[in-house]
């Protein structure tokens, strides 16, 4: 699986009718990215709410951004112009840790998607234009399934027989802080691997050479199962995205912190060792 596509290349596609690019931007401290995309976003690019489209309702027994149902999900693809035979490309602001989100369940659902390297920063920097206003596309048709991706909930999160990564701030993980959720710490067992850490300073992925070696020194074998979980289980599909690019099969934990730290009797470990 091939999860990434470069600037350069989305830039050769623009005129394809089967192209399908989605907007993804939301960041913790700045939810509502329809502003900024009403401000210049990649041309055709069609705004997604990851809040209301790409989450089912948060609760604390389910966390703050549990996966949307099936139909919702079809639903939304169907309005963002999804159809059978669509090429979609998902991007956010972000180093794509939004984004990765869009890619996670277009990829789990058997869409044909990539998450563009280096996101909105790498278009800039090429002096690729970028298009003010909304775009407002035809409906789609598109079908999806579902469960092409692997997936952990809580109980199997708290007995996960390999390597559980934490792809939150090292902070958060040794709970010196913690923003939002009601406790601060880790799921005991879990390794600090924040994803962040996989991009480099030009907001791209690092090699998959260099990110196989960074996995591996945290404990990431083959043959090995390995999980990944962050806040909310937004950027754990970018630390997915990682994994792939890595040679690795990774499950995400989607429920993530947010889940775990409101159940009552789940252990929590602090300090920076699993």
Request: hydrophobic share 40%.
């Amino acid at each position: 699986m091939q999860p990434l596509i470069s600037v350069a290349d989305l830039a050769a596609r623009l005129d394809d009718p089967r192209l399908v690019v989605l907007d993804v931007r939301w960041r913790l401290d700045e939810p509502d990215g329809r502003p900024a995309y009403r401000a210049g976003h990649v041309p055709g690019a069609v705004f997604v709410d990851l809040n209301t489209e790409l989450a089912g309702p948060a609760s604390p027994a389910e966390g703050r951004h549990p996966l949307p149902g099936p139909g919702a999900l079809e639903a939304a693809a169907r309005r963002w112009g999804i159809r059978g035979d669509s090429a979609v490309v998902v991007y956010d602001d972000l180093g794509g840790m939004s984004a990765a989100r869009a890619w996670w369940l277009l990829a789990d659902a058997g869409v044909d998607v990539r998450l563009l390297d280096g996101g909105l920063g790498a278009w800039r920097d090429a002096g690729l234009p970028l298009e003010e206003g909304e775009t407002r596309p035809e409906g789609g048709d598109v079908v999806l399934g579902r469960g092409r991706m692997p997936v952990l909930d809580l109980d199997g999160a708290a007995g996960f027989e390999g390597t559980l990564l934490d792809a939150r701030a090292r902070e958060r993980y040794r709970g010196e802080v913690e923003p939002v959720d009601p406790k601060a710490g880790h799921i005991p067992g879990a390794v600090s691997a924040p994803t962040a850490e996989n991009l480099g300073p030009d907001g791209r992925f690092l090699q998959s050479e260099v990110l196989r070696r960074r996995f591996e020194g945290l404990g990431v074998r083959d043959g090995v199962p390995v999980a990944t979980y962050c806040g909310s289980g937004v950027t754990a599909a970018h630390q997915a995205v990682a994994l792939l690019l890595a040679g690795f099969r990774p499950a995400i934990y989607p429920g993530s912190w947010s889940q775990w730290s409101n159940r009552d009797g789940a252990p929590v470990a602090t300090g920076p060792n699993p």
